[in-house]
């Protein structure tokens, strides 16, 4: 299947301070890529949908301005947790899609374990 | 509003013995996808098996089939031959068949298969 690379798998940041995590499809070009949220023994949120060139669309019920998502070409977006705090830790999952079709798969990231100290 | 259930909180299974794992979902919608998640301890979301509701056949892929029926709205994982390997979190997840790349997956909460040596 197509392969999708998160970046960073870990990463420790101090509370207050922002952390950027990248979600890159390598093999394929994604229109839409998602980002999820998974707290422990819990299902994965979807947080929101991020479509190439064009402003994300959020669930309901979160921040927009503190997860911020660009999604500036077919291969990449991002997540900026900004001012984190310790109940922003988690981890969290991308995944992106073909961009041709109706019929195709979500293939995932390999998630980012965030820790806010 | 569609709504995907997994009444199985944990499921245990001897090798190389079968276990069937149950997931009932809600929806409007005719055309559908439902699909079957495996996630181990690594985290990474892993696709099992998809399932197109205009088919009648039930999917399979090796030792994972699925038991689909639309009318009751149920769809459970059937694992031959359990293998330590397949230890993991399970997660049942639909998706509707139309509106583009931006359809969302929604996942069930999950079931924990245990497999015993």
């Known amino acids: 299947g197509a392969v999708v690379s998160q970046h960073p798998s870990r990463v420790i940041c101090k509370s207050g301070t922002s952390v950027k995590i990248e979600c890159r499809s390598l093999?394929?070009?994604?229109?839409?890529m998602f980002w999820y949220r998974q707290f422990p023994k819990q299902s994965l949120m979807l947080m929101a949908t991020?479509?190439?060139?064009?402003?994300?669309?959020?669930e309901q019920g979160v921040e927009k301005d503190k997860f911020l998502i660009n999604h500036a070409s077919l291969t990449l977006s991002t997540l900026t947790v900004t001012s984190a705090h310790p109940e922003d830790s988690s981890f969290y999952i991308c995944s992106a899609r073909f961009a041709q079709g109706l019929n195709t798969e979500a293939f995932f990231g390999q998630g980012t374990r965030l820790t806010v100290v | 509003a569609q709504t995907v259930t997994q009444s199985q909180p944990e499921m245990s299974v001897q090798e190389a013995e079968t276990v069937t794992l149950s997931c009932t979902y809600d929806t409007s919608e005719s055309d559908y996808y439902l699909f079957w998640y495996k996630q181990p301890p690594s985290r990474q979301m892993i696709l099992v098996i998809r399932q197109e509701a205009y088919k009648q056949q039930n999917a399979t892929e090796n030792r994972f089939s699925v038991n689909f029926q639309k009318a009751a709205k149920s769809f459970s994982l059937k694992i031959s031959d359990s293998q330590l390997g397949d230890a993991a979190m399970y997660f049942c997840?639909?998706?509707?068949?139309?509106?583009?790349?931006?359809?969302?997956?929604?996942f069930g909460t999950g079931t924990l298969l245990a497999v015993q040596p």
């Open positions: 093999d394929f070009q994604a229109t839409t």
């Open positions: 997840a639909y998706r509707i068949d139309y509106g583009g790349a931006t359809n969302k997956l929604i």
């Open positions: 991020s479509n190439e060139g064009s402003k994300a669309t959020y």
